[in-house]
């Protein structure tokens, strides 16, 4: 069994309102992405890692995965106008058997560990399709969006809740089933957990960590930054 991990970074990052995408900025020296990538790179059962970009941005990941000493185990595709397209297009270039463990990663959670990403693929071998959640703190309100603003419908028990993060793993011959009958359907999933869902199929939830930020807004860098740093601190790290 080969497992592969697809890093989507083709998004543009409009949020963060600078002047390059969100997954090329310094985090403690060093670009978001490839602190994802060192991530999965540590995991020995880890075969190889895709990561799908925007065309004009191909040379420069491969340059950066190179000075970082990736090259042999990180493959640049191009990515796609949405992240499901450039997921796909990643598929597509898998040397991939259906039984195969895929792990689809955000390129802008740098501090996914190790530790996670092992738990996520054993889920996936026992139950063909998983994701890593983070049980809800807060109460949980549903709403209907009037002109006059949102307005409480109902109380959702936080039991039944929890925030989806990444890395999200299937089977490949499952999630590119999935991923073909959404396309010609038309359909646009929210995450591969909601393709899968989609499909009928049953996804487990591997227990997450709030350190597995995304940094979406600036001040996430800063947070970022601090877990960074916590960590290079923790004995269990040295």
Do not use: C
């Not at 991530?39 to 990941?61: L, N």
């Not at 999200?168 to 590119?176: D, E, S, V």
């Amino acid at each position: 069994m080969q497992v592969f991990a697809i890093l989507p970074a083709a998004g543009l990052g409009t949020r963060m309102a600078g002047p390059q995408p969100k997954q090329f900025l310094s985090l403690d020296g060093v670009p978001i992405l490839i602190h994802s990538l060192r991530a999965f790179a540590a995991v020995q059962r880890v075969t190889a890692i895709y990561v799908a970009v925007r065309k004009p941005e191909m040379e420069r990941v491969q340059a950066q995965v190179s000075d970082y000493g990736f090259a042999d185990r990180v493959h640049v595709v191009e990515g796609g106008d949405t992240r499901q397209e450039s997921v796909v297009h990643a598929l597509d270039a898998l040397p991939a058997q259906a039984d195969d463990v895929v792990l689809i990663h955000d390129a802008v959670r740098p501090l996914i560990d190790p530790a996670t990403i092992d738990r996520t693929i054993d889920a996936v071998v026992e139950h063909g399709a998983a994701i890593v959640g983070l049980p809800a703190i807060d109460t949980i309100k549903q709403v209907e969006r009037t002109a006059h603003g949102a307005i409480i419908t109902s109380t959702i028990p936080r039991e039944f809740v929890v925030l989806a993060q990444t890395p999200q793993g299937f089977r490949f011959g499952l999630l590119h089933k999935a991923m073909t009958e959404a396309i010609a359907d038309g359909f646009v999933g929210t995450d591969e957990a909601s393709v899968i869902e989609r499909a009928g199929h049953r996804v487990a939830v591997v227990h997450g960590s709030q350190v597995n930020l995304k940094i979406t807004q600036p001040g996430d860098l800063e947070l970022a930054e601090f877990y960074l740093h916590q960590r290079a601190l923790s004995p269990a790290t040295k």
